[in-house]
Each structure stands twice: as structure tokens, then as C-alpha cells.
């Protein structure tokens, strides 16, 4: 099944992207510019700069004790495999035969740089190289074998074994050969290799590839590496942990891995760690885009209520790894909770992150751009710890460009699940489901043109077994919700997930509805969150709006405050809000309370935070500071 | 005199430490704990370290080509000219014959590292090392020429020439024979031999040291340097630029520096360019504790109302240099605003970043720690972006103790100075002044309890000469000022300059007395910075407050909400104010807005924000959610 995450129990089934297909909206839309631009565009950074050459001059077999110019970072490598996936998961898609045939040629070039013994790295152990494993902190070796592996598990699923699976396999059995008990008892400083492996071990039934991935997990928090244990999450247990910390893509990789581990070892324990975790983090570490790891130092989560809307790095990898981590805890536990999160990320972190051309790239997504700052110049890799203001094309470290692409391509298996009573939408998209329930076949339309619009239609195109339901999250931020049945009768429903039984006994071509409101709406933060105290922003369905400077005379977002009282309308397409324009004096900015001046009445139109900075240089401010 | 600038034209003119004398109260016990454990702490560290070392292991001459193994940054050598310094001063100060024999060692162990031709460094240009001048963005060496230099000019005016000051003067020969016009005509990537150049020719009455340093000062901007331009100050012209940005030392030794040209130079252009920068730094870039450099990030300036209390940096070392800056701009312009800062900057980021037994520091000051974090393991050198929970004895970048050093032990040179009229006293703190006006012998007595009591008393001891005038600063949060005369009649004053004229007409031993409340207050940032938003913090006088968390029951800081409509209180020697203690439950922290828990009603003690961290780990904060 093309699916990226096959447990072998669970409350929920996941559906492969050749059972659910994407028929249009605004995935379809992103999935097609995906495929249209951004994979190729990785292509073509990848060759540039050489780290696909990499591979190239280990297998030209250089003189020992002569290093070659290694071009990229230690883990340039990870970006090679990343796009492999994404690649993996486009050709399973629509069987793109010049991207096959791509595949096929970096295969080969991937399989000339592997060891005898099934090692594979290019920035270690090959000739005048620092030696194998001889620094796990920071050697990232893991983690390259990691994404290789998740690479060759979308590969099998899409194509079946080839010469990248085999690769890989041999890869996967070095690892557990090196690092099972009596080998080297430690982990690799970023988590990825325990993901991996688990999937790895469902994808191929190997065991051995699992009990690896458990021994990973067991040893954080075993401080096997040097120094800095909190940064990659090895300083505590994982199951003793009480909150997501450190570096947050390492973190939330981690967490994705341990979450498989439970499942297939029956650890309710270990289960129950990460959704602990995950729930405190979503309360105190969390912005209101979904965006994880609030700090800049060490691209990490900050502490509790510590979330700077300029300051917040938000990673795109760390949201495409919150995602992974959400979307396992919903097949595990059936908990739409989790849902709710990975619509929000996807809509305000991960659309953002690509410019709607799919050829520049947010690598830290602030929800505060204080100045409109000019365009860094275009066409050359820049620092990722550039600040929110500009997409780049490629960056220094470059990991949430290939990481977008494979995400999008596999986009359509986070829509819906089963179970053995019926399936479960919980992403409302465009889209075609058609599967086995039960035995049974079961084809349903759904059509929708959320979230500009509240109503998402189910249509049942072929029902071949008895009794169904059809089950959906009803988003947390959801009023007015009302369940349509075929029958034309109407049901108030509450947020939750809501289930419509008995599909069985409606003819092929009825429909149900559900509809609510997707109208704008003023959002307040948790008195706790001391960055965004006084502040308001506006939520339309899962759609995290902001306003920026190019959109009101003067242009300074300093200048402006919001009436809450007011609610946001839509007009001429777009929401507007009532605010005010202040012109104040600079003086010493503390003194006793004084009464604002009372600025100039205007209204300000918003738009969504994954459109802000594709209209040139803007300040940015997600929140509004409220009258 | 004993007194670190000495400008040949200006509104005032400065006192020297023999004429101004501490007899007590905060700054007379800060300076005494600085002369009987500071200064020697300090002398400890860099023995132990070795960075003294360094000047014996260039001396001993070592073969070309072997690199000795140097201990410390590339910068230690600065860190020990500012100890050098803030010994001149001691010694100047008390006449400590201990101290001047360890001076004397210490100017041998320099001297014998000092080329043929003046250069001396123990980082550059030594057998096995990179060339002088090989490395100007980063390689600090005329940096820590400065630092020398500015000991020298101490030396100088607290002790005469001497070995120690022939050796600066060589190695300020040397920068002028290599930087001057038709040599290396680039600058230092961090501003500190302008300010020290202009300095040494006001001591030496050396014209080309001036114009060194104007040089030096017209070549910022001019982009010698490789990148980063922004970073060192030479990305715009001193002339130029609207606001200090970059990293905040730099930035205000470079400001520092640019007075000191512009005054002796008559560039009223160069002058009006600083304060204008300085204007708007202190409106929109400044914390209430007068701390400057918001951001880790660089240890920088941010951006305009960038001032996140947990992230703020204001490095210590940045309030000396600010200090440095606004006390030039006092003696240019006779604008009292200027005192405001240094009093606000003194009493809050200096007196706070030492420990009351003057053996630990903070090298950032932060007004707002989150959580209580353990204590980090004593006796050994910190990193310097430590948090600002805790103070370190040493830091491995340690230019914050030996810099508070020097600034504590020549404290009394910013407490008032003279023109031809009469006195100005620009800080409160019990001293004698006994200087000439005018040709006639001047003798004060300032008694105060301040800031404790709101009184500060001047007695005049003798007036050898006509009609003269005593002149405060009296602070601009200053409410119900009365200023009482000799002959008992009271006059109400607005904050700003007071002046008491024709003291001459009264005997000595007739007291003036300036009264003004110093009760508790709250106060209120300006709406545009973010980040404090719907806070307010207690000051007092000159003083800001913060709540510990050890001070009230769970001790949780992100549940207390405060109470403005209250005014705070002092009850049993401490200031109370109004509270209430939440106990909110965790869940996703945006929604509509919901009346927030009431609470239970608590009365918080404060405590000044230099006195946080002195009694275990504790969270804190200064600026409190108001209810």
C-alpha cells in the first residue's frame, strides 16, 4: 500500500495515495506544483552544488589519505535521499517515467559509493575521512541512513524492491550489525534511524530492523553521547520525559519513531510518553500557526509560554515532523485531537514554507516580520538562519525544501483512514476514496471548496458491503456545525468527531453534508503567553491570517492596533478588520500609564500567513495589537 | 586629574576623583567591595587562566614557525589592560601600595612583550602565529591596543608617566605609524582604540592621537571590512546613520569615540549625528533597566521595539559602554537627560551584574528568567551567553568583570561636575566635593540616604569665591520636588535641571535640601513594544523592582497577575503589591476570548532587579501581567 505509515495494530487502518486521490483544491493545487516545479528544482540545487557528485567521487575510489573537497554539510547526503523519497512517492503517483528513469541514474550513483559491508556515507570513512561513527554528536551518519531507508520503505510500497531497496537493506543491516548489543551501545545525535527502521521492518516484516529501532529509543536518555544531552534528547529517557524539548525536528523525529516502537511492541507505556509529551507541548510550546520549536538557539522548543511571534523559528521540517508524530498517534490512538494539529500545520507552516511557484522556500516561519526588509539576492543558497522576511531557493543547510517535497507528494494518505466498520476523513480536500472495507468495497466523492466555504459534501459511489460509516473531525474551532443525512434530515453536532452510520442502506449517489462556519474570527491567547499579551489574530477555519505593511497608508504595523469588538468581515475577498492608526512620539518609552492617542479610524485587509512575503518586501504581523 | 574624559572644551567640566570622594551609601560600599575583592578576583583568573601567561610566553621568544600554545580568546589581552586600569584607578583612589607593586609587575610582564617597533599582541604577529593585522574584521588587536591605551590614560592622570604608560604610548606611535594616511587605512572590528586615541592626546596633548582616531571614525562606513558590515558599524558613516544598531559594544564605544572627536574637533555635525542616534535608541531600543543590545542574536542592538524581556542581552559590558557615551554627551551639551541614563543604567545593569561579595557577574541581564534552573558548578569559567539566572565567577569571553572593575573604581568622576557659575551634582550618593570655580576654592558636603529617602542635603563647607551655583539633575519620574534654600524658603520644582543660585551669600555650614518622593510606582510601557504588552513593573526612584519566585506560594511566575489600580506598597522594609495567583489548566492556548480565572488574591514582595539571583535559584521578573 503507498502509505508512509503502516502500523500493524491501531484504532485507525491508513489508506495508500492509489486509494485516496486528490481531485483538486488547494493540495491537489500544491501537489501539482510540487510535482510540476519543486522536485525538479531540487534536482537541479542538488546537481549545482555538487552533493549528489558526492557520491560520484567515493565511488571514483580516491588515494587513500588524499581527501577530496567535499562539497555541502556532514549531512548533505540526507538532502540526496529526501528527494529520492519524494521522488519515490511522485512516480508511485502518476508513473512519471522521466522522473523514473532520474531515480533509476541517482540509484545507480547512490549504490556506486556503498561499502562492501553495506556502509554508506560520503562525509565519513572513505579515504582521508575522518573514520566511521567516530563522531555520533554531530556526524549526522545515522541520520543519513535514516532518511535512505524511509526513502527505500516509499519506494517499496510505490514500486517494490529494486536496486534502491537493496541498498538500503544492506544499509539497514550494517546498522544493526554495527549498533545492536555488543556493537557501539549508543545513538546518533539526530533521531531519524529509529522512524526508519520501524517502518522499514513493517514494510519488509523483518524483525531485526524493529528490535534495532526499539534499542535506539531505550538507549536516549542514556547519555551515550558527549555534552549537550537536552539538544538532541539524550537526556532523559524517552518514556520519562514530560515534555518535547531540545532540537525540535530531532525531538519530534524521535517521538514519530518511539510512537511506531510502542505500537509494534505493545508498549502502552512508552504510548503514553509521547502523547504526554505532545499534549504539554501543544499547550505551553506551540504557536498559534501550529509552528514547533520557538526558539532560534538551537532551532529548539523554548520553555513554557515562551513563544516570541519575531523571534519564533517554527522550522518547516519541524512541522513536517510534528505532522509525523500527529498522524501516528491518530492511527494509534483514533483520537481526532491530533487531526485538528496537522490541518493547522499544514495549512499556515508547510503551505507557507513554498512559494506558491514551488521554487523558494521558508526554512524558519516567525509570526512577526517587524520590518519590510529588502530581497536578499536571488539565486544563490543563503543562510537558513535567515529571518522570515524572503523565501530562498536553496539554503547552506538545506532540509525543509527536499522534506516539503516528499511531504507533498504523499499528501493524499493523511486524508482519511479506515477501520472495520467504515472510514474516517479527516483532512477536508477534493478528492476520491476508494477502498476496501471489511471485505468490501466502498467509493465515496468528496467535494468541498473549504476552507473558503464550510460545507464538505460525501457522496457514496459504490458501497458493496453491508452496513458503513463514515466518520469526520469536526475541527475544534468549529460553530454552527450541522450533520446533513441522505435522508435530508439534520443533526446539530458538537466539535469532535462526529460518525454517520448506516451508509449501507443508502443507494450509490446520495450524499451527506457537513456543513459550519467558516466565517473570520478573533482569537485570544492564553493569558500565560507573555509575547502576545493584548494581542488578537483571526482564524478563518484553519487559516492563520496576518496583515502586512504594504496593505495600509504609512506602513508602519507599529502604528496599529485592532477593535476586537468588531467582528472581521469578509469583502471584496478578503477579511478586513477595524483598527486604528497612531502616529506617537518617541520619547522614553516607560513612564507612568498615560492614555494612548486615539490614532485614526482605517480598515485593514488580511491575508492568509502562507500567502504573506509573495508580494515583495513587507512587514508582517500575525498579531494584532488589540485597543 | 584623576578623571577618565577630559574634554579641552564642553558645557561642564568633569572632577577628578581627589576632588570627589565617596563617603558611603550604595556606590561608596559597591566601591569598596571592588577594591577589597574585585579587583584581586579578577587578578586571580587571569593568573589562573594564564592569560597573563600569554605576555611571558611572547617575551620568553619563542622559535619562529612553533606556535606556543596561547591560553584564552584572541581578545584576553584586554581584559588584562582593563584590570591595569581599574588598578591606576584604585591606587589613584587609595594609594594601595600592595596593589602598585602587583601594577609594576604586571606593566614588566607587558613591557617584555612589546615588539621593537611598538606592536603588542599575543595573539598576532609572535613566531608561529598569523601576521599583525592579518585579521582586522576579527582579530581585535587594535581592540585591546585600546584597552591598553585607556589604562595608560588612567595611569597617567592618577599616577604620572611611567614604564606602563611609555609602553602605550609606543604602541599608540606604532598605530599611528601603520594606520595614518598611506598605510592600512581600514579600522578594527570592534570600535574601542577611537576613544582611546582621542583620549591619550587630551592626556598627552599629542594632536596626531586625535586625528588617529578621527580617522578612524571617518573610516566607519567606508566598508574596509569584509561583510558584516552592520555587525561592526561599517556598513553606514558615523555622520549618517539614524540609530545605534549591531553589537551594542561596538556600537557605544564607537559613539563614545565619535563625542570625543567631534568635541575637540568642533564637528557640531559628528555631535548632533550621536545624539540623534542615541535619542532614538533610548526611545525604541532600550530596556527599563537601561539596558541596551536586546537581542543574543550578536549580542545586538535589535530592531526598533524589539524588547523581549527573556531574551533581552543588555550585556553589562553595554551599560558601561552606554555610560561611557552619555557622560561624554552630558559634559558636550549640559543636558541633565543624560544622568537619567547613567543613574538608570548604574543602579539596575551595573550594580546588578556583581554580586554583593563582588565575586560573581552577569555577563547579559535579561529581565525575565523563567524558570529556577539549578545552580551551574562553581569555581570555573561559564560560557558567556549563559542565561541570566545565575552569576559566574569568570566567563571564557570575560570582558564584563574587569570592565565593571574600572568603571566601579573611577564611579566617583560621574558624580558632578563644575563650570565657571558652580557645581553640578548629577548623582546621588554621599561625597564630598572639594574643587575650584572660577579661581576660588568650592567645598560640598552631599548627604543622602537615596535611594531609599527622597532627600538629598548639600552643605556648603567653604566658598572662597563670589556668588555661586549648585545645580541637580533632578530625575524626569521625579514627583513632588521641593527644593528648601538656607534661608528656610521652599520652591516647588518640574523635573529637569534645578539651579540654586548665589550660595556665596551664605556661610558655610548652611544647607540646601532637595526633596522629591521616592514611593513605589508603577509604570507602563509605551504601546509599541510588544512584548511587555498589558504589563506594568514597579520602580522606584532610580530602581527597578522584580517579583522572585521564591517569594509566594507555588511559586509559579506564569500564574501571577498583578493589580495596577493598587499602588504598590513598603511594608516591613520591602515593597508589596497587590496579586492574585492562578491555576489554569493546559489545552491549546488560542481561542475566543474567555474570561480568565479570578484567581486567589496574594500580596507580592519585590525586590530591586540587582539583587535578583543572590538567593538560590529562583525565577524572576520585572515586568508583571497586569489584571
Aim: include cysteine; glycine fraction near 10%.
Amino acid at each position: 500500500m503507498r502509505t508512509p505509515v503502516m502500523p500493524s495494530t491501531g484504532t485507525f487502518r491508513p489508506l495508500g495515495t492509489e486509494e485516496v486521490r486528490l481531485t483538486g483544491g488547494h493540495w491537489g493545487e500544491r501537489q501539482a506544483v510540487n510535482a510540476a516545479a519543486t522536485i525538479r528544482h531540487c534536482l537541479h540545487w542538488l546537481e549545482a552544488l555538487d552533493w549528489i557528485g558526492n557520491f560520484d567521487r567515493v565511488a571514483s575510489g580516491e588515494e587513500p589519505g588524499r581527501p577530496f573537497q567535499r562539497a555541502g554539510r556532514e549531512f548533505s547526503d540526507s538532502e540526496v535521499y529526501k528527494l529520492a523519497e519524494a521522488m519515490a512517492w511522485e512516480i508511485g503517483r502518476t508513473g512519471d517515467s522521466g522522473l523514473e528513469e532520474e531515480f533509476q541514474k541517482l540509484t545507480a550513483r547512490i549504490g556506486a559509493a556503498q561499502h562492501e559491508d553495506g556502509y554508506l556515507n560520503t562525509a565519513f570513512g572513505n579515504p582521508g575521512q575522518e573514520p566511521r561513527y567516530s563522531n555520533l554528536e554531530w556526524g549526522h551518519e545515522l541520520y543519513c541512513a535514516g532518511h535512505l531507508i524511509q526513502a527505500a520503505v516509499a519506494r517499496l510500497r510505490n514500486h517494490g524492491e529494486d536496486e534502491f531497496t537493496r541498498i538500503a537493506r544492506r544499509v539497514a543491516d550494517h546498522v544493526c550489525d554495527t549498533f545492536g548489543p555488543g556493537g557501539i551501545e549508543r545513538i546518533c545525535g539526530h533521531a531519524e534511524i529509529e522512524v526508519a527502521l520501524a517502518e522499514l521492518s513493517r514494510a519488509t516484516g523483518e524483525p531485526r530492523y524493529l528490535e534495532q529501532a526499539r534499542l535506539f529509543i531505550e538507549r536516549h536518555g542514556q547519555k551515550t553521547l558527549k555534552e549537550n544531552g537536552f539538544y538532541y534528547q539524550d537526556d532523559t529517557a524517552v518514556r520519562d520525559a514530560e515534555v518535547l524539548r531540545g532540537h525540535a525536528v530531532r525531538a519530534l523525529y524521535l517521538s514519530s519513531g518511539a510512537v511506531d516502537v510502542a505500537v509494534e511492541t505493545g508498549d502502552d507505556d512508552l504510548l503514553e510518553a509521547v502523547r504526554r509529551q505532545w499534549d504539554r507541548t501543544v499547550a505551553r510550546r506551540t504557536h498559534l500557526t501550529g509552528g514547533m520549536g520557538s526558539q532560534y538557539a538551537d532551532e529548539a522548543f523554548g520553555r513554557d509560554f515562551a513563544l516570541s511571534p519575531d523571534r519564533a523559528y517554527a522550522e518547516s521540517c519541524a512541522g513536517i515532523a510534528a505532522v509525523m508524530t500527529a498522524w501516528r498517534l491518530t492511527l494509534a490512538t483514533g483520537d481526532t485531537r491530533y487531526g485538528d494539529m496537522i490541518e493547522r500545520i499544514a495549512w499556515n507552516v508547510l503551505s507557507g514554507a513554498v512559494a506558491p511557484d514551488g521554487r523558494s522556500f521558508f526554512y524558519a516561519n516567525p509570526l512577526h516580520q517587524r520590518t519590510a526588509d529588502p530581497e536578499p539576492p536571488g539565486g544563490q543558497a543563503l543562510s537558513h538562519t535567515l529571518a522570515g522576511g524572503h523565501r530562498a531557493p536553496w539554503f547552506n543547510v538545506s532540509c525543509c525544501p527536499t522534506n516539503l517535497a516528499r511531504t507533498f507528494a504523499q499528501f493524499a494518505a493523511y486524508v482519511a483512514t479506515t477501520d472495520d466498520g467504515g472510514v474516517q476523513i479527516h483532512q477536508f480536500t477534493p478528492c476520491t476514496i476508494d477502498t476496501v472495507v471489511d471485505g468490501s468495497r466502498l467509493a465515496l466523492t468528496v467535494e468541498t471548496n473549504y476552507p473558503e466555504e464550510g460545507r464538505v459534501t460525501v457522496r457514496v459511489d459504490a458501497n458493496e458491503g453491508g452496513s458503513r460509516e463514515i466518520t469526520f473531525r469536526v475541527p475544534s474551532w468549529a460553530e454552527d456545525v450541522r450533520l446533513t443525512h441522505p435522508d435530508g434530515s439534520v443533526r446539530r453536532i458538537t466539535p469532535g468527531a462526529v460518525t454517520v452510520g448506516r451508509i449501507g442502506e443508502f443507494a450509490p449517489g446520495e450524499e451527506i453534508h457537513l456543513d459550519f462556519s467558516v466565517a473570520p474570527r478573533w482569537t485570544r491567547p492564553d493569558p500565560r503567553v507573555d509575547a502576545v499579551r493584548g494581542c488578537a489574530a483571526v482564524e478563518q477555519g484553519p487559516v492563520v491570517l496576518c496583515a502586512e505593511s504594504l496593505d495600509f497608508p504609512g506602513g508602519d504595523l507599529d502604528e496599529l492596533t485592532v477593535d476586537t469588538a468588531v467582528p472581521p468581515v469578509l469583502r471584496d475577498g478578503a477579511v478586513h478588520v477595524a483598527a486604528r492608526v497612531h502616529d506617537r512620539p518617541d520619547a522614553w518609552p516607560y513612564g507612568p500609564a498615560a492614555p494612548d492617542d486615539d490614532g485614526k479610524a482605517a480598515e485593514i485587509p488580511l491575508l492568509p500567513f502562507r500567502l504573506r512575503a509573495t508580494r515583495g518586501p513587507a512587514a508582517m504581523r500575525v498579531w494584532l495589537p488589540a485597543t
